[in-house]
């Protein structure tokens, strides 16, 4: 007698009006549209002339199975165009094979990334079946020519940067066959794209590097003395060393096969924290006390001393991926990292509540930076994180601006003649969008010029400026 294994039955669909990142300013937008010359409020700078594009998490179809932000959900890139005082808007998903797939079926297919679900063959194809949803809705980067679509340790997407048409995955020439992070660092000075990834086997960890060609000059390289497999966010890059933050969230396969979490928060073995030198030579490690980091404002080398200056977001711990019962607070945080002594000085910069997404400007990268802004909460914030919150580093002073909408990551935007900070954000009661321009000199002061999108953009993750060539 013969058995054969039951086809797993499809997830059901999840709650959506009752899911906090599936509705609300975090609902998906499935209109793709391209409209020119939107409404703005005030008037963009004259000096001010290139693109805002960001990424974030949209599921094509109603989700079904489960949901967990920002683990799952399909890519869509939008590019805000800013240009002769006038706005223009594109929007696009980036088509894998899942959204092609799921397109022409006209439902979701493929589950949450933590319920293990997989499509059967019958449903979808020898290939794509016991696949999981790609992923590239991270963050977005432009480097050599090439516009990607970034995952968090997957291949990335390539873009075409006029119509924002999905090209495909990007291997870097079969170079990196197991993907990137999502939050590579661009060396301003030399042009490199400097790379990580983790791995749930042996190494672990590596690191490589693009030249400014695009070509690789550093295939994926082990950071040895990695013994257990960790999620990693974020790095940090100066001109000598490549610096990662081992936090102790470590990934326990076998946990989640047998009905566990996929992440294991275990504070008992601290944050090691790598000093990779760039030049290949041995890795400096220093040992502190456990945290979490999603991200990284910009770190640099000290010029009067052999340490390492890195300034960055810490959480008490990762949030929902750790059953803790108090609740993960954050804040702005300076460290100095001495590698031949090995030790870690933490200073408090500020940064409200709740603080997010560090930006500097990304021609400092790897180079001492004169501000930061980041996301937060006020006193007067009603919902979310509704501030923008600015550091400068020259005076130590911290001012905020409260936009009273869900805002987004800042991005900072070079003019010609001054500079710009500028975010996304969303009126949670009508849910209408805008785009705020803030001058670099006085943010707090409030937007130069507000545009209105023509359509709602959710909620969502990273994003870059391309200045006009
Ligand atoms: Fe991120």
Not at 5 to 20: E, G, L, N
């Amino acid at each position: 007698m013969t058995t054969t294994s039951p086809t797993p039955a499809r997830p059901a669909p999840i709650d959506m009006a009752h899911h906090a990142h599936l509705s609300g300013v975090f609902a998906p937008q499935r209109d793709e549209v391209d409209i020119d010359d939107l409404d703005i409020v005030g008037e963009l700078p004259a000096d001010l002339t290139g693109a805002y594009l960001r990424n974030g998490p949209n599921p094509r179809f109603d989700p079904i199975g489960s949901y967990v932000y920002p683990l799952d959900g399909d890519a869509m890139v939008h590019r805000l165009q800013l240009g002769d005082g006038k706005a223009h808007y594109r929007n696009r998903f980036v088509r894998t094979p899942m959204v092609v797939a799921e397109e022409a079926a006209g439902h979701a297919i493929w589950s949450g990334l933590t319920d293990g679900y997989t499509p059967p063959a019958a449903e979808v194809g020898p290939d794509l079946a016991g696949t999981f949803r790609q992923l590239p809705d991270i963050n977005i980067v432009s480097h050599a020519g090439r516009l990607l679509a970034m995952a968090e340790s997957d291949q990335p997407y390539r873009i075409d940067c006029t119509d924002l048409a999905t090209i495909g995955r990007e291997s870097f020439g079969g170079a990196m066959p197991a993907g990137t992070t999502a939050h590579p660092k661009i060396d301003p000075t030399t042009g490199e794209l400097v790379i990580f990834n983790y791995v749930f086997e042996a190494p672990y960890l590596t690191w490589s590097v693009l030249g400014s060609d695009g070509l690789v000059r550093r295939p994926p390289t082990p950071v040895d003395g990695v013994d257990v497999p960790l999620m990693i966010h974020d790095m940090a890059l100066t001109s000598r060393y490549v610096v990662l933050f081992l936090c102790p969230l470590v990934f326990d396969i076998e946990g989640m096969v047998s009905g566990g979490g996929l992440l294991q928060w275990q504070p008992d073995r601290g944050t090691r924290i790598a000093l990779v030198p760039r030049d290949g030579g041995a890795i400096r490690w220093i040992d502190s006390v456990p945290m979490w980091v999603w991200h990284f404002a910009n770190a640099f080398d000290n010029p009067d001393a052999d340490s390492v200056t890195v300034d960055y977001v810490e959480w008490t711990y990762p949030g929902a991926f750790a059953r803790e019962s108090a609740p993960a607070t954050s804040a702005l945080v300076r460290a100095v990292l001495d590698p031949v002594r090995g030790t870690i000085t933490r200073t408090t910069l500020g940064g409200g509540a709740d603080v997010e997404f560090p930006r500097v400007d990304d021609r400092m990268l790897t180079r001492p930076h004169s501000r930061i802004a980041t996301v937060g909460r006020s006193d007067g914030d009603v919902g979310g994180r509704e501030s923008l919150w600015f550091h400068d580093l020259g005076t130590g002073s911290e001012t905020c601006w409260r936009s009273d909408v869900a805002i987004g990551e800042p991005i900072y935007m070079p003019g010609a003649d001054q500079d710009y900070w500028g975010a996304f954000g969303t009126d949670p009661a009508d849910l209408t969008s805008y785009f705020y321009v803030l001058a670099a000199d006085d943010p707090a002061a409030g937007p130069l010029a507000t545009v209105r999108m023509p359509i709602r953009v959710p909620a969502g993750l990273h994003g870059t400026w391309l200045p006009a060539q």
